[in-house]
């Protein structure tokens, strides 16, 4: 399967993965990106859509998680949440059914894109590093930004307290150790001007890099 990955291809298209902690604006970058004209893979957006229509995958949360997540067909995830939440070891069990599937659809969607003739394409997803997902990934940008301006936008945004997005950030990979990993830094704390040029940067680099591929 590794193989068929990587044969050559007509067209040469990178690879390139963008995560962030919770409220980091990894959504609002992204969007900055699609405007010129880069596809994006949500991978959390695609991950919601799989448990709710991928039967292999639906047959595993109910085997692990039990039938009652599921209600007439449709997937009741505060039933699903209050079976992982505060609870790692089956947040892990969850991710280590989820992330399969969609790494699967991811590669299904990158062949898509590839007809497209775009440069590069994006997979954003809030676990790219914790699930080893950027590994298949050519570049990585993380988007970082002060845990106490994360808090603040998720608190508005999910109508949510300051305890329970801090539960999620423990949840996650700490910043730092994603920066490590990093091929490009964004920074998201001084306003949409500079967010976008950091974007455009980015954008050229990777452009460039692609035509030296093609050459």
């Not at 799989?50 to 292999?56: A, N």
Request: hydrophobic fraction near 40%.
């Amino acid at each position: 399967m590794n193989m068929k990955r990587k044969a050559p291809s007509n067209h040469q298209m990178l690879k390139v993965g963008i995560t962030g902690g919770i409220g980091s604006g990894k959504t609002t970058v992204c969007k900055m990106f699609e405007k010129l004209g880069i596809p994006v893979y949500y991978a959390d957006d695609r991950a919601k859509y799989l448990m709710q229509h991928e039967h292999f995958l639906i047959d595993q949360i109910k085997k692990n998680f039990g039938d009652d997540v599921y209600v007439n067909g449709t997937l009741d995830r505060k039933v699903l949440a209050s079976k992982v939440f505060n609870d790692k070891a089956k947040l892990d069990l969850l991710n280590s059914l989820v992330h399969p599937a969609v790494f699967r659809d991811t590669e299904r969607w990158i062949e898509e894109q590839k007809e497209k003739k775009v440069p590069y394409v994006l997979k954003e997803a809030a676990l790219l590093v914790e699930t080893g997902s950027y590994k298949a990934l050519d570049k990585l940008i993380v988007v970082t930004a002060p845990i106490n301006m994360r808090i603040q936008r998720v608190t508005e945004r999910d109508n949510t307290d300051t305890e329970e997005v801090l539960a999620r950030v423990r949840n996650q990979l700490p910043e730092e150790e994603k920066v490590k990993l990093a091929s490009f830094i964004i920074s998201n704390n001084n306003g949409l001007n500079e967010l976008e040029q950091q974007v455009l940067k980015i954008h050229h680099e990777m452009t460039e890099e692609n035509a030296k591929l093609e050459a």
